[in-house]
DNA sequence: CGGCCGATCCACT
DNA sequence: GTGGATCGGCCGA
């Protein structure tokens, strides 16, 4: 059930992102747990990727976490606001990295419904980085957790997407990386 | 130490 | 389709 080491030492980032869709995402945060599982992640392949705050093994304090071997959080703020989480792969020293950018709730939705401020929520709170974080809780305190403990953690639970595709197209908000800005590493369950 | 800017979101128009 | 909110990381001086 629960997602062990083996799944996020894989070298290849980008195939990661596309089997954690329908994955579920569980996290405590004050004391509740809540999750759901993945529609839509980004891969972000490290050291030949512009995107990458790891981009040509870049390594500073905030980066050092993504050197680690796969299987732990990596917690950002954005914009001053928006907290981002990603989920470390690949072996280590090899800095890969997968945004996690949407997901549908299944567990503590009232905790969920409570931080959002919606009452009856749809896809559509659900679906970008900044709101899944808010909904989910997650913030500084979550970066560089190791995923095999009960703080936060993945599971596959057989998830069946009948009816429904797994699209791939070039990723958001990474214009600035040039060609690589065009690179199909985003994945959206639809 | 100063300045720039980003893996975003929302409320506008 | 546009702009404001808001702040830590990073780089160059």
Redesign the pocket.
């Known amino acids: 059930m629960k997602i062990y080491k083996d799944f996020y030492t894989s070298p290849d980032v980008v195939q990661i992102a596309r089997n954690l869709i329908g994955k579920y995402l569980f996290v405590k945060s004050e004391g509740i747990v809540c999750g759901g599982y993945i529609t839509e992640s980004?891969a972000?392949q490290g050291p030949t990727d512009r995107?990458?705050?790891a981009y040509n093994n870049?390594r500073?304090?905030?980066?050092e976490v993504m050197f680690y071997e796969g299987g732990r959080t990596y917690v950002?703020?954005?914009?001053?606001?928006?907290s981002?989480l990603?989920i470390v792969t690949g072996p280590k020293d090899i800095p890969h990295?997968v945004?996690i950018r949407g997901f549908m709730p299944t567990t503590g939705l009232e905790a969920i419904k409570k931080r959002i401020g919606v009452n009856n929520p749809s896809a559509k709170n659900f679906n970008?980085?900044?709101?899944l974080t808010k909904a989910l809780g997650i913030n500084a305190v979550h970066n560089n957790l190791d995923l095999s403990g009960n703080e936060i953690w993945l599971e596959d639970r057989g998830l069946k997407l009948k009816g429904k595709k797994i699209i791939a197209g070039p990723?958001?908000?990474?214009d600035?990386a040039k060609e690589d800005a065009l690179l199909p590493y985003r994945f959206v369950l639809k």
Not at 60 to 63: G, I, S
Not at 76 to 82: E, Q, R, T, V
Not at 171 to 174: E, H, K, M
């Open positions: 980004e972000y995107a990458s705050h870049r500073t304090n905030r980066t950002y703020l954005c914009y001053g606001i928006h981002m990603n990295a945004l970008g980085p900044g709101k990723r958001i908000g990474v600035y």
